[in-house]
């Protein structure tokens, strides 16, 4: 008796499976026959900013109804994998070919300047740039060293030329390029990728400035050399700009000036 039941309720199962497939597969021919058979395409699988270079872990390959199929599909990794965005792509958003562009010029430091402004780089070490320290992206004050012409010792002056100078690019670091950089290692004959994103030893950066601006640090640099430049960090959120005169070594030393500035001998 127990298996009669038993065959009876597995006839039931099996039946009932049979159903729940059937009905299934006749919902599943119902939705091709309307949107079309499932084609394999690329998606982000998060949120990825525009210029920024698309890896493979933040890309997925999903299958999607035909009719849902934007233009230009992409449907695998290596379509995609290397190349950088051309705009904003959402989470789950088609990659297409046309929100996509190789690493090249259009992708360069040209986009990143401001309409009406000017791309300058000047040469910075430890000492004048925040121990290399600086991001693109931060923002600078840039401060000159000036010696007068036909000026007596100790009268060089010290000044706030510029205030609150977006930083564009440090060496080779660029935020609307790939950062990274192929190179041949000699030992081994191998490419090496290189990281800019964790450089230190950089020995430039690249200022966004009017053509004022860059007229005034290409003579400083040029009469008075690039050691007499100094960049000083800013809070990103910082925009206020100071009023201040520059300081010389009288404001420095105060009543102690007349220490150091005695008149040589032979001038009295």
């Known amino acids: ?12 199962a099996f039946g009932a499976v049979f159903m729940i497939y059937s009905y299934i597969s006749s919902k599943e021919q119902e939705y091709k026959t309307k949107y079309g058979s499932e084609t394999a395409v690329v998606v982000a699988k998060k949120d990825i900013k525009e210029m920024e270079e698309i890896h493979a872990n933040s890309i997925e390959i999903v299958s999607k109804p035909k009719q849902f199929i934007e233009p230009g599909k992409t449907t ?5 994998a290397g190349f950088i965005a051309s705009v904003p ?57 000036i010696d007068p012409p036909g000026s007596q010792r100790g009268s060089q002056i010290t000044k706030t030329v510029l205030q609150d100078v977006p930083v564009l690019a440090v060496g080779e670091w660029v935020t609307t390029t790939a950062p990274r950089k192929v190179e041949k290692d ?14 230190r030893n950089y020995t430039t950066v690249t200022l966004e400035v009017d053509p004022s ?11 008075l050399g ?20 520059g300081s010389t070594l009288t404001d420095v030393l105060g009543s102690d000036i007349s220490r150091v500035m005695r008149t040589p001998s032979g001038q009295r």
């Open 76 to 80: 695998s990794k290596d379509e995609v």
């Open 213 to 223: 601006a860059a007229q005034q640090l290409t003579l400083i640099r040029t009469v």
């Open 226 to 245: 690039q050691s007499s430049l100094t960049l000083t960090l800013r809070n990103s959120d910082d925009t206020e700009r100071v009023l201040s005169g």
């Open 1 to 12: 008796m127990n298996n009669k039941a038993f065959t009876f309720s597995l006839a039931l």
């Open 89 to 145: 792509i959402r989470k789950g958003e088609q990659i297409t070919l046309n929100k996509i562009v190789a690493p090249g010029v259009k992708t360069g430091l040209s986009r990143q300047v401001s309409v009406g402004k000017r791309a300058m780089s000047i040469a910075v070490s430890d000492d004048n740039a925040v121990s290399r320290l600086l991001k693109p992206g931060n923002r600078v004050d840039v401060m000159a060293t």
């Open 186 to 199: 000699d030992m081994t004959g191998k490419d090496v990728v290189r990281n800019l994103n964790i450089e």
